[in-house]
């Protein structure tokens, strides 16, 4: 019979057989925004100990815990793609998917001809304010970036500090929207191109100005920029709150790539 211990730390529940280590749940202190709220949780059984139950044993330990910090719900730690191996686990275990992110692949200058008439009609009708501006990454401060993605985009700033520090975006075809004040309003990340391909990998625009030119203008600039150096084709994610980006991945003839998911299991009320 497995017993299990809250022994390594308060948030760690970990599971021994005769005297071994059979398995852990990691289970975070903090619940991510996320609707309904979930408590993420880490599983991982190693393979003796596999197919006898221990896996469920754990879950229910990490929803007791949900449960007692008043969350109904637990899920995932990360999202994983809904044909791998991690997918089917969670599944055995009575979870269920919710789509995360869904990675689209498109030919730069279709997704060109579908926002160009787009940035012609913010342009003619003065929907760009004078003296506001889109420049390369290069041209503007490591510390504004860094600053805008980790105020508006969850994960924070690390693994774009990290890039930046190993020239790994292109710095020409990477696009920085301005105010007319001077501040930065936005920010389109794209990795360096891999025989004509490139990543997208963050696209952040403040709050105040998500519904004005800059969405459109960060890209369009990007794309000019991209496809005058040779750049075929660009791959990029949408998640559920990012629904006018799979559009626009529709319009040009994008393909999805893949879809991963997070995985969410509810926490029934105690008993009684």
Known sequence: MSQLSQRVEPSVLVAYEAGRFAGAIAVACVTPPSDPPAVPCALHVVPWARQRGLGRDLVASAAGLARLWGVRAISSFEAVEETSDEAQGWSRLGFAPTVAVERFVCEAIELRRVLAPLWERL???????????????????????????????????????????T??????????????????????????????????DSRVVTPGEQRTWVNVGLMHRSLDHGIAMGLRSVTFDAGPEHRDTAILAAKAG???????????????PAAG
């Open 254 to 268: 994008g393909v999805l790539v893949y879809r991963k998911n997070r995985y969410m299991l509810a926490v029934p």
């Open 167 to 200: 020239d790994a975006y292109d710095q020409e075809s990477s696009t920085v929207a301005w105010s007319r004040d001077g501040r930065v309003t936005g920010i389109l990340l794209c990795r360096r191109m891999v025989d004509g391909v490139s990543h997208i």
């Open 123 to 165: 342009t003619s009708r003065g929907r760009v304010p004078a003296g506001s501006r889109l420049t390369s990454l290069a041209e503007a401060p490591r510390e504004d970036v860094l600053k805008l993605r980790a105020m508006h985009l969850v994960g924070g700033s690390g693994s774009t500090e990290a890039a930046l520090a």
